[in-house]
T-cell receptor
Framework: GENVEQHPSTLSVQEGDSAVIKCTYS??????FPWYKQELGKGPQLIID?????GEKKDQRIAVTLNKTAKHFSLHITETQPEDSAVYFC??????????????FGKGTKLSVKP | NAGVMQNPRHLVRRRGQEARLRCSPM?????VYWYRQLPEEGLKFMVY????????ESGMPKERFSAEFPKEGPSILRIQQVVRGDSAAYFC?????????????FGPGTRLLVL
C-alpha cells in the first residue's frame, strides 16, 4: 500500500525566514497531494493542494512543488510569521473514485516560528 | 458557510461502554471519511461512506467498530465495548462529488478518552 514519509519532524525558524517541509510517497498511482495545517486541539485545515498534472502551485506565502518522477513533493512557506506555528501534514491519494479517495498522511512536522 | 461539524467534541467512556461519534458534512457534500489520530501521529484512514453506502472500510477494525451515513441525519461512527487503546482523536472529513471529489475538509474532531 501507499506510504508517505515526511521530514523533518520538527522545524524551528526565525520570523521572516522560509520554511521547507518535504514528503516522499511510494505509490506511483497517487495523483493528489494536499497539505494540512493543524493547530493544537483543532482539526486539520487544508492550506494548499496540488494535482499530478501540475508541477508547482503558489498561494501568497505558500507554495507546493511536485516531482512525479522522484515521487516527492514539498511545502514552502516564505516570510514566516508566529501564527504559522503549527503541525503540518502532507498527504497523498489516488484521487476520486471507489476506494481511491482516502488520504494517506505523513507523520507531521511541528513548525515553530520564533519572533 | 458552516463547515464540517462533529459532536461531541470530547467524550469520556469507561472500558466496555459504547461510544457514538457524529459527523455532519459541509452543505452539499455527500461523501464522508473517518480518520483516527493517535497522539504525536498522523491521521489514519478508517472508512469512506456515501449516503446509505459504505464505499471502503479497509481501515476500520473488523470487530467493535461500525459506521453509517443514513439518508437523513449525520454520519455515525460507533465503537462498542471500548478499550483503552481506542483513546484517540477521531476526525471526520467531507468532500463534494464530481471533479474535485478528493478534496477533503475536516471537522474539529472528537477526542475520546477511555478510562
Amino acid at each position: 500500500g501507499e506510504n508517505v514519509e515526511q521530514h523533518p519532524s520538527t522545524l524551528s525558524v526565525q520570523e521572516g525566514d522560509s520554511a521547507v517541509i518535504k514528503c516522499t510517497y511510494s505509490d506511483s498511482a497517487s495523483n493528489y497531494f494536499p497539505w494540512y495545517k493543524q493547530e493544537l486541539g483543532k482539526g486539520p485545515q487544508l492550506i494548499i493542494d496540488i494535482r499530478s498534472n501540475v508541477g508547482e502551485k503558489k498561494d501568497q506565502r505558500i507554495a507546493v512543488t511536485l516531482n512525479k518522477t522522484a515521487k516527492h513533493f514539498s511545502l514552502h512557506i516564505t516570510e514566516t510569521q508566529p501564527e504559522d506555528s503549527a503541525v503540518y501534514f502532507c498527504a497523498a491519494s489516488r484521487g476520486y473514485g471507489g476506494s481511491q479517495g482516502n488520504l494517506i498522511f505523513g507523520k507531521g512536522t511541528k513548525l515553530s516560528v520564533k519572533p | 458557510n458552516a463547515g464540517v461539524m462533529q459532536n461531541p467534541r470530547h467524550l469520556v467512556r469507561r472500558r466496555g461502554q459504547e461510544a457514538r461519534l457524529r459527523c455532519s458534512p459541509m452543505k452539499g457534500h455527500s461523501h464522508v471519511y473517518w480518520y483516527r489520530q493517535l497522539p504525536e501521529e498522523g491521521l489514519k484512514f478508517m472508512v469512506y461512506l456515501q449516503k446509505e453506502n459504505i464505499i471502503d472500510e479497509s481501515g476500520m477494525p473488523k470487530e467493535r467498530f461500525s459506521a453509517e451515513f443514513p439518508k437523513e441525519g449525520p454520519s455515525i461512527l460507533r465503537i462498542q465495548q471500548v478499550v483503552r487503546g481506542d483513546s484517540a482523536a477521531y476526525f471526520c472529513a467531507s468532500s463534494p462529488g464530481g471533479r474535485h471529489q478528493e478534496t477533503q475538509y475536516f471537522g474539529p474532531g472528537t477526542r475520546l478518552l477511555v478510562l
